[in-house]
């Protein structure tokens, strides 16, 4: 599914990274390996009401599990008002994401502000939202007229015992569907369904699902099942290849490439020869796209993460309630994006080297 996860690391003192330059007027920060900030996952709660076997899986996260108190949480308008600094910088894309977004109460209040902002350029920005879709029914109107451009919704299977039992929860498919439709319906389109493959668990859901959403005007995305730490018993053996399931699809309904830009490309881009529609990739374990990565992640209590193995974020929170001015937070974020260059396989080295290590967690969805 496509959400993030943050497991609080408390063992040390954030990180600390000396203010930088500010780019030139309309040029977006730079890394040192040349890559533009350019999107931004906002995440708004860590809490969420499913508990997905490889995501939030409930023997970790019971009902004893500490989720962060509200006063931890960056309010919304602290949140709008570090969007307008990094959209200042290069952000040209705002991403919501969890936990389950739409938990946070009146989110919409938060799309209209975020609705506002602007590029240098003075274009609005492109603004979506990742959800696993069991209250989007009720909330995609008021989304879209707030000003949200977009939706990825999740789903990993349309067999109802299938998805409950990876899902953990009291949901079936169909409340999912009703919530695409419902997007669908209010203009949050094309519609993105991520499916996080499983082999030898969901892997029979790819042709079904393939079948389901094509001629539809959705857009079907494969996710490798991924590494995310400590909490989901991740194995090498239940991944399934990008490859494989190109394979599988395209065996019965012919694909060809969509050429895509490679910087900040996160899917790979595929089209039904009969003209059926798209599909997606994500290569998150056999292909991994650092090289072309353009994101930043923004935890809900502040802290901003430059990769998904980073086991430590940078505080904006503490400059940002201690009175820094907008130009001070701006070079903050400024010195932390040009100081960034690790990589994925450096970061992830570390990461298995260290097994209790609690890293911040994302399933990918652009």
């Not at 969007?83 to 209040?109: C, D, M, S, Y």
């Not at 790819?206 to 995305?221: D, N, Q, T, V, Y």
């Not at 009175?323 to 298995?352: P, T």
């Amino acid at each position: 599914m496509s959400k993030v996860i943050f497991l609080a690391d408390h063992r040390g003192a954030p990180l600390s990274v000396a203010p930088g330059e500010l780019p030139p007027p309309g040029q977006p920060a730079l890394d040192q390996r040349a890559r533009p900030l350019r999107d931004l996952r906002i995440s708004v709660t860590d809490r969420c009401n499913f508990r997905c076997t490889y995501c939030m899986p409930r023997e970790v996260f019971d009902s004893s599990y500490s989720f962060m108190p509200h006063s931890a949480l960056l309010s919304f308008e602290e949140i709008s008002r570090l969007a307008g600094i990094f959209t200042q910088l290069g952000v040209e894309k705002i991403r919501l994401t969890g936990g389950e977004p739409l938990l946070r109460k009146h989110i919409e209040n938060l799309v209209g502000m975020l609705a506002e902002l602007r590029t240098p350029q003075g274009r609005p920005l492109d603004l979506t939202l990742t959800t696993n879709g069991s209250v989007l029914a009720r909330k995609a109107a008021a989304l879209k007229s707030a000003g949200l451009t977009r939706v990825t919704v999740s789903l990993d299977a349309l067999d109802a015992a299938m998805f409950q039992g990876m899902s953990d929860s009291g949901f079936t498919p169909d409340d999912v569907l009703r919530g695409i439709d419902a997007a669908a319906d209010a203009g949050l389109a094309p519609v993105k369904v991520n499916m996080v493959v499983r082999k030898g668990l969901n892997d029979g859901q790819i042709l079904p699902m393939a079948e389901r959403f094509r001629h539809s005007g959705h857009i079907l995305r494969f996710i490798e099942y991924m590494d995310v730490g400590n909490s989901n018993g991740w194995n090498l053996d239940e991944v399934v290849p990008s490859r494989e399931v190109l394979d599988r699809i395209g065996a019965v309904y012919p694909l060809e490439p969509v050429e895509s830009v490679e910087m900040g490309r996160v899917a790979e881009r595929w089209r039904y020869v009969d003209g059926g529609g798209e599909i997606g990739v994500i290569s998150s374990v056999t292909h991994a796209f650092c090289g072309g990565c353009t994101r930043a992640r923004l935890s809900p209590e502040g802290k901003l993460y430059l990769c998904l193995f980073a086991h430590e974020g940078h505080d904006l929170r503490a400059p940002l309630r201690d009175g820094a001015s907008d130009d001070e937070l701006a070079r903050i974020l400024a010195g932390i994006w040009s100081a960034r260059g690790d990589n994925y396989s450096e970061l992830r080295g570390q990461n298995m080297a260290d097994p209790s290590r609690k890293i911040e967690m994302s399933y990918i969805g652009g």
